[in-house]
């Protein structure tokens, strides 16, 4: 028998009838999926990207497969030779002729201009519209913001400024600012590198809003903190923010000292820490309602609750050679205008649930390629990035519509290394044959009937309609 490795099963194939050998054997149902149930075909006709009359690919060619080659795995626009130039099947899969030249793809980004951006965000947000759900659930809307810094190692991209990043100070960077909600992105802007992320909330949840018709609870961290920022957000729906500096808000109440205060309030009233977890000494998690912050004089609704945490954290430290570990007790607030049906154990649930946003944020720069822009152009790293972002919610409803329970909420570079990165033999769109090492085949199989099930209902639907 073969022997098996970690990079998969190999097969070996002689050219023998209409036999093709592919190195992405499971491909076949994701781009039926995107093609037949997600019709990013259809979706992507609105794009008015001029291309030349003696163009061997459309516009939507282009956009619907580098969606298609971002799913499956292309970070940078560089490699699309070195990995697909050869796959002939995986070209008829995605109805073109071959798989177009990486220089071709470059040229296309860069005739993006601010109208066809905006064509791709309609696009984002019809499909959302379409596959989100959300007017289906009985739940509040609660949409995450925050922001990240993409590094930029050319000096002469495009509207890109040295920002915030700690790790490549003086660097060119962008700002990419996202709402999420359910697991999916509903918003999304590029920005210069020295914008501060409080200057573009207003523009993400605005978008957002669009998107969703109805946001009921906003959760931020304490960057986002500001004055100008709380002052917006209290004319807004239910907003729910967390600071670290317990000081700018209460020395909004007049309190110069505002963290001294808080901390020797906590010290004066030790009965009031409530826990909210119990374990080892280092895990211990409590909280305390502190008081209703007045945060500006002239604006008498603007009143802010304060839920003080207190939470002992393990640090690991190096002196002379040894490693020695203490516990630090860290005291922070967050800050929200939630008050009925809202103790402080169910505030530190609801805001600490925003966590998540930062698996998500990995997963969009790790599994897809956001961090690796492909131009100097702004507008074509912005079309870029929508199409990442589109990628990513693609892969969310294809793992919620076709995959097995057990693996909703893998990784897309697990669901590849399983599923679509498979070398196999096909003779038609659903006649696959896997290497006898290929452990997954029944997974696969259950995948296949998914897909199939559902082209059968929308075809039933659109017959029938």
């Not at 008498?300 to 007790?329: I, Y």
């Not at 498979?422 to 038609?428: F, G, K, M, T, Y």
């Not at 199939?452 to 039933?460: D, F, P, S, V, W």
Request: proline residues 2%; aromatic residues 10%; charged residues 25%.
């Amino acid at each position: 028998m073969p022997r098996k490795n970690k990079s998969g099963p190999k097969i070996t194939v002689g050219q023998s009838g209409k036999n093709t050998a592919t190195g992405f054997g499971g491909s076949a149902a994701l781009i039926k999926y995107l093609n037949d149930v997600l019709n990013f075909r259809r979706r992507f006709s609105v794009v008015t990207v001029r291309k030349g009359k003696n163009s061997t690919f459309t516009t939507t060619d282009m956009l619907f497969t580098l969606l298609a080659l971002i799913m499956l795995g292309c970070d940078r626009i560089g490699h699309i030779n070195d990995r697909f130039r050869d796959e002939e099947l995986l070209a008829r899969q995605l109805g073109i002729v071959r798989i177009f030249d990486q220089s071709t793809a470059s040229r296309f980004l860069v005739k993006f201009g601010k109208w066809h951006v905006k064509q791709l965000e309609r696009v984002l947000i019809y499909l959302i519209e379409c596959q989100g759900r959300f007017e289906k659930t009985s739940g509040k809307n609660t949409v995450d913001f925050d922001a990240s810094d993409l590094t930029r190692s050319s000096h002469k991209s495009e509207g890109a400024k040295p920002g915030r990043n700690k790790k490549n100070k003086g660097k060119d960077s962008y700002l990419i600012s996202c709402g999420f909600a359910d697991g999916q992105v509903v918003a999304t802007d590029l920005q210069s590198g020295n914008t501060h992320c409080s200057q573009v909330l207003k523009t993400v949840f605005d978008k957002a809003m669009a998107t969703l018709k109805r946001i009921d609870m906003v959760r931020l961290d304490a960057g986002y903190i500001s004055a100008k920022t709380l002052r917006w957000l209290l004319e807004q729906t239910v907003s729910l923010t967390s600071s670290e500096k317990i000081a700018f808000l209460i020395a909004c109440n007049g309190q110069a000292k505002g963290v001294e205060d808080a901390k020797e309030y906590a010290r004066k009233h030790p009965g009031r820490w409530i826990p909210y977890k119990k374990g080892s000494k280092d895990k211990q998690i409590f909280v305390m309602n502190f008081n209703n912050v007045q945060l500006f004089d002239k604006y008498p609704e603007g009143r802010v609750r304060l839920v003080l945490v207190k939470m002992n954290q393990k640090v690991k430290k190096c002196k002379k050679n040894k490693v020695r570990w203490h516990t630090k007790t860290r005291i922070y607030a967050i800050a929200t205008n939630l008050t009925r049906g809202y103790g402080p154990r169910q505030i530190f649930k609801a805001y600490h649930q925003r966590q998540t946003i930062e698996l998500m944020f990995r997963e969009l720069k790790n599994s897809f390629s956001v961090e690796k822009l492909p131009s100097n152009k702004m507008n074509a790293n912005y079309a870029w990035f929508l199409l990442n972002c589109l990628a990513y919610n693609s892969a969310y409803y294809f793992r919620r519509d076709a995959l097995p329970m057990t693996y909703r909420n893998s990784t897309m570079s697990t669901i590849r290394r399983k599923f679509l990165e498979i070398p196999a033999i096909l003779s038609d769109v659903w006649n696959i044959t896997f290497n006898s090492n290929y452990r997954y085949i029944r997974v696969y199989e259950q995948i296949v009937k998914n897909v199939q099930k559902l082209i059968l209902e929308l075809t039933h639907a659109k017959s029938t309609g």
